[in-house]
């Protein structure tokens, strides 16, 4: 019995001497929906979408205007000269469409390379933020992929971590 006794109060001291984790925790959708920096990246890339859609809405224009013309003037022109026309309008109409269809790729890669490295330097900023401020463990979580199903308010340091980013971002 004494030995239990003895177990027991050790077992308490040796507990109570740990030391007790600092544990927060980041919602990543709100920090990246909300970093100032992504929202200017998304603005300069609307931008340059709204170029490339206009570049080829008056490429696509052209051709319908040239399409157009190869109709009405088809009937008039001999059968090997229509041909020959029509087969230069398909390779065009192929062409564009193989041209803009790389440079969509184009754009979508330099706006992921972007994003990609937007992420790259939250996640460090959050690194840093936890060895700054003492924390042993700064958990992620989203909707789209909830590790954290519950925490207490004073544990999440997302707005903290938000307007800290936002500050640096501004300098």
């Known amino acids: 019995m004494k030995h239990v006794f003895y177990i027991a109060i050790f077992m308490i001291a040796f507990t109570s001497c740990q030391k007790q984790q600092k544990i927060g925790f980041v919602d990543n ?24 859609i206009k570049k080829y809405d008056s490429i696509e224009s052209a051709f319908q205007v040239e399409a157009q013309k190869f109709q009405s003037n ?17 390779k065009l109409k192929q062409s564009n469409n193989q041209q803009k269809q790389v440079e969509a790729q184009k754009f979508q890669q330099q706006f992921q390379t972007e994003i990609d490295s ?36 004073e544990n999440n340091l997302t707005q903290t971590i938000l307007d800290a980013l936002n500050k640096e971002y501004k300098k």
């Open 29 to 52: 959708g709100k920090v990246i929906n909300e970093y100032q920096q992504k929202k200017d990246l998304e603005v300069k890339f609307q931008d340059k979408e709204a170029a490339f």
């Open 74 to 90: 088809a009937q008039k022109m001999s059968k090997n000269i229509a041909q020959a026309k029509y087969e230069e309008l398909t």
């Open 118 to 153: 937007i992420i790259a330097k939250v996640k460090d900023f959050v690194k840093n933020y936890g060895e700054k401020n003492g924390y042993d463990y700064i958990l992620g979580t989203s909707d789209a992929s909830a590790t954290v199903l519950y925490g207490k308010d």
